[in-house]
């Protein structure tokens, strides 16, 4: 396999509803995961939903992207950072971010996204 980027997929239990629904605090604690991953920031968007105050917050990397969604009501988020390349370091700025939002629990995982020997490719319908 050609690996081409790496995905990786966390679910945060537990976490401070407060800081779960603090748009700012979010936004800060993805812009320095990004400086930790050691990528290069291209954008961001985020949005803070009412009633419950969930939060999603989107950062446009080089090398591809970190999101964040919150739940404040059940202490929880989900956390994703896909990185392209060998530059930047995507397990960094998961470090950052859980260090910063200190789940009770994470579940974590990585895919490996890339690209198959295409001589043993065969198109899937």
């Not at 917050?57 to 950072?81: F, K, N, Q, R």
């Amino acid at each position: 396999m050609k690996v081409l980027g790496r995905h990786i997929i966390a679910e945060m239990y537990g976490c401070d509803s407060s800081l779960l629904s603090d748009i700012d605090k979010s936004v800060s604690i993805l812009r320095e995961a990004v400086e930790a991953a050691g990528a290069t920031y291209l954008g961001e968007f985020h949005k803070k939903f009412e009633p419950w105050g969930g939060i999603t917050v989107i950062i446009a990397l080089a090398e591809s992207h970190i999101s964040l969604h919150t739940w404040p009501e059940y202490g929880y988020a989900a956390l994703d950072i896909f990185t392209c390349g060998e530059k930047a370091d995507p397990w960094r700025a998961y470090e950052y971010v859980v260090r910063s939002f200190k789940p009770e629990k994470v579940n974590v995982t990585e895919m490996v996204r890339g690209l198959i020997k295409m001589e043993k490719f065969q198109e899937t319908r």
